[in-house]
């Protein structure tokens, strides 16, 4: 039976075919954290016709990604960060969550960024029990090797960041729209937002800013933009090779990792100080990054461990200074927001996002006299015209505004 070229034609249309339904939920996904900034509400204003144009661009194959805001943010470590157009970031929600099932089956357990109820907290806890069940509860010797990679989303190599998922798409994804999730997926990680951002503040906010850290400076096809959820999530996957190799090949099963910064609990010491040459060896050759030479961690379990916010002590995991410091700065920094003027709805949506982020790590731990001491002896009585708080100084909700008749 003959094929007619028609019919060819109207197959390869189906193939490029987007779920509308799936479009609208990547924005209401994106539109969750991101709904009071000012791209998000100029989107909003006609959102469904706006969805439907986005539509179009990427079915036709004229989708490309937009110009991205960027500057500096100095807490809780300086950082550069790339923010995406808001249509951009609706892309970018589409495509995970077609991706994230399959990483999902991918991913180690052990591996905490970026993942529904594995967060910074889960990864904590599992380091405590590594350190327990390593040590048959405090009894035997055992240490504890925490390392990092210099430079890490600046020197993530995009070339071999989209071979490895083209393979893994080819061999894992099974839905009609295979090519166009590669094409966008492709259009994402070669994008280079430095070509055509607008930059927000002052050039001297990059002054201190290591080049290592600066996505301006990164080596050629090199770099992904901090701020962006595929960043967030490609570099997990990227990262997934290494994480096989420290599990599977080497059989180490006290391992745990959130985006560049993991540890190893073993009872040999040695062994550990002679694994360290040997995963920069594996990291330099698979993946072209570098492990932090000044960042290089081993000690007896007993001196304690400082991992995602807190240290890990016999018994006893607290609050790590620099996190109370930047909590601190945090309400300092709302505060002269509120003295200067009424804040405006993505300045409360600001307050929201990072006062939660701080009682949300600070909440699962012994805290709740520190939290208290810091918000109603540190925070300006203002914000509580406009936010109250809820679960026993757990979180911050926005007030609703009363209903005029």
Known sequence: MQISLFETNLDQEQLRKIDVEQLFEAYFS?????????????????????????K???????????????????????????????????????LINKLNPLFENLFIQDSYACRIGMGTHFGVQRAD????????????????????????????????LYNMLEQFIHEQYKKRDKSLVLEIARKIIFNNPTQN?????????????????????????????IGNLTSQV????????????????????YYGRYVDDFIIVHQDKNYLKLLILQLSDFLVSTLQLTLHPKKIYL????????????????????IANRTKGNFYNAIEKQNKVIRDHKPTIEEKSAFLS?????LGIMKHYKSYKLRKRMLFKRLSGYWFNHVYLSGGIAKFVLKKRPIKN
Request: proline fraction near 4%; glycine fraction near 6%; charged fraction near 25%.
């Open 197 to 225: 951002c607008i930059i927000k503040g002052n050039k001297k906010d990059w002054e201190g800013l290591p080049k290592n850290k600066s996505l301006f400076h990164s080596p050629p096809e090199c770099g992904l933009p």
């Open 56 to 94: 179009e661009e990427i079915e036709s194959g004229n989708y490309n990604p937009g110009r991205s805001i960027t500057f500096i943010v100095n807490k809780p470590v300086k950082r550069e960060i790339f923010a995406a157009d808001f249509r951009d970031r609706v892309v970018h929600h589409w």
């Open 354 to 358: 990072s006062m939660n982020s701080y």
């Open 299 to 318: 000690q007896h379990y007993s001196k304690g461990v400082k991992f995602l916010g807190t240290v890990i002590k016999t018994n006893r995991i607290y």
């Open 30 to 54: 994106c539109r969750k954290t991101k709904r009071y900034t000012k791209n998000a509400i100029k989107f909003e204003v006609d959102y469904e016709a706006n969805l439907f144009q986005l």
């Open 234 to 253: 490609f570099a997990n996957f990227y990262m997934h090779r290494f994480d096989e190799f420290v599990t599977k090949v080497l059989g180490l099963n």
């Open 129 to 160: 029990s590594f350190i327990k069940a390593c040590s048959e509860n405090y009894i035997k010797d055992c240490y504890i090797l925490k390392l990092d990679i210099q430079g890490f989303f600046m020197h993530i190599n995009r070339k071999v």
